[in-house]
């Protein structure tokens, strides 16, 4: 009753009323761009066809990209090692950031897809299939679902794992593996934690260090101990859950490759306890799909991290996520409908001093200028193996967890290096192909200003990049000068912000 009297007594705050800044943010923050042009005159003259410009945004490409990015982030998947290495697969070592983004991209392709197709969100952990790509396809058992090759589309497993989707996917428990001795614990910590918003590591404990050794039957110990049991006593039967990922070699080919359905018990064996999923028991691993897409905390820790990826706020107020919840439920969990209903409300657009992240860097300046910066085919700004990642404000996943939310040097140094070079690239392509004005034209240099700042430029800002644009086109080349003009306009706080 108190519960239902605070839901009520909290309604959700009415839509924002859009303008060119509110849809440049919700632009950058669904898409990773910039809006164009004829989306700014849209909704100049028409407020409410954001509805529709919604619509398309989420249905676009970078829609699809910027979803795997965010599930990149939400499960630390994308990584640049694991314990086996594509040399272990005789592959060739000019295959290495391949086979690295390959593996991290399986669990956070597998989410995209169900996110994009506006599919029940609960399925992500009941699907009868992954996403595999060509290297994927090599090295694993894997079956593809589709006659194509060269990116990624649907495969199934064919070494009797459950269809459990997310749950049961290499690329995931690669990432967090677990040691012989350690039985699957961390794996069922990092379950609850990812996909319940349940932290283990965060209940605390009490108890003296030499309390286990004084045993010699370790389980026994955990299960009587009153120190571990408030832990151990859901956390043992959900391990037991994930044996057939129990590997006696944690740098094997042949025990990481493949789900071991024989070894599915042994650990209810190990552990000395049965399978069950927070006191509800299992009679096998199959069943742990079902459970998760039923238990609430799922759908409400997506509400949650999905929020939490579009405003980066950590949390919300307990009206909002109730509001949130709700409208994720009464679409029937499509995070298409909690996106929406996500970047119109109005606390969305009243936070301040966000920054974008790395991705979001990369892939508008991608969108506006056509640059990539690349090394031998190596995406330098997703990875830091030869990359920039974590320079830009990127997470890696092992020693920086979430993308960074406040500037830095480094970031600033790697930001000017990325805009010089993609502001050449932009100005050098469309003098090649005669399509860049000689002098500051006053339509085209609008445009471009309204795409980057959501706003026209004003007459004194104009007189500014004026004198600097003839400065520098006097004392270099026309090509210079536009250059120039969008480099320093791409490290702008007022671009670079939300």
């Not at 956070?108 to 992954?130: C, G, N």
Request: glycine share 4%; aromatic share 12%.
């Amino acid at each position: 009753m108190i519960w239902f009297m605070l839901s009520c007594s909290n309604p959700p705050e009415p839509f924002f009323e859009m303008d060119t800044i509110g849809l440049r943010r919700i632009s950058l923050a669904i898409k990773g761009t910039l809006p164009t042009i004829d989306e700014y005159n849209r909704i100049i003259q028409d407020p409410s066809q954001i509805d529709i410009i919604l619509d398309e945004y989420i249905s676009s490409e970078w829609h699809e990209r910027r979803m795997t990015g965010i599930f990149a982030d939400w499960t630390k998947n994308r990584i640049d090692r694991f314990n086996i290495s594509e040399e272990d697969y005789q592959l060739s070592s000019s295959t290495t950031y391949d086979f690295l983004q390959s593996v991290g991209e399986e669990t956070p392709r597998l989410m995209t897809y169900y996110a994009t197709q506006d599919l029940d969100w609960r399925m992500v952990v009941q699907s009868p299939f992954t996403m595999a790509n060509d290297i994927l396809l090599s090295i694993w058992p894997l079956e593809s679902l589709e006659d194509e090759s060269g990116g990624w589309h649907k495969a199934k497993y064919t070494d009797g794992r459950p269809p459990l989707g997310i749950l049961m996917n290499n690329g995931l428990w690669w990432r967090y593996y677990t040691t012989p001795n350690n039985f699957n614990r961390s794996r069922a910590s990092v379950m609850a934690e990812l996909f319940l918003c349940t932290d283990y590591r965060t209940r605390p404990i009490s108890f003296e260090a030499t309390s286990l050794l004084e045993h010699e039957d370790f389980n026994d110990t955990i299960q009587s101990n009153e120190a571990c049991i408030g832990c151990h006593n859901t956390l043992d039967p959900l391990a037991a859950a994930f044996f057939g990922f129990w590997w006696y070699d944690i740098y094997d080919t042949a025990e990481m490759s493949r789900y071991h359905p024989e070894r599915e018990f042994l650990g209810e064996s190990l552990l000395n306890i049965d399978m069950a999923y927070f006191g509800i028991p299992m009679a096998s691993p199959t069943a742990l799909g079902g459970l998760v897409a039923q238990d609430p905390r799922f759908t409400q820790c997506t509400t949650k991290r999905i929020y939490h990826a579009l405003t980066h706020v950590d949390d919300t107020k307990f009206a909002e996520k109730q509001h949130l919840h709700e409208i994720f439920e009464q679409s029937d969990f499509r995070i298409s409908a909690l996106i929406k209903e996500i970047v119109k409300m109005p606390t969305f657009h009243e936070q301040e001093n966000r920054i974008l992240t790395a991705q979001q860097l990369a892939s508008s300046i991608e969108e506006l200028t056509g640059f990539v910066w690349t090394e031998d085919n190596i995406h330098l700004l997703e990875n830091d193996i030869i990359g920039y990642r974590k320079m830009l404000g990127g997470a890696d996943g092992l020693e920086i967890t979430s993308p960074a939310r406040q500037t830095s040097i480094s970031r600033q140094l790697t930001l000017k290096r990325l805009t010089q070079k993609a502001a050449l690239y932009w100005a050098q392509t469309l003098e090649n192909n005669n399509t860049l004005p000689s002098s500051l034209q006053e339509d085209f240099y609008q445009d471009l200003f309204m795409r980057i700042y959501g706003e026209p430029a004003t007459d004194q800002r104009k007189e500014l990049d004026l004198q600097m644009f003839i400065q520098i086109q006097e004392e270099h080349s026309n090509t210079q000068a536009w250059a120039s003009l969008l480099s320093v306009w791409l490290r702008d706080p007022l671009f670079w912000s939300l």
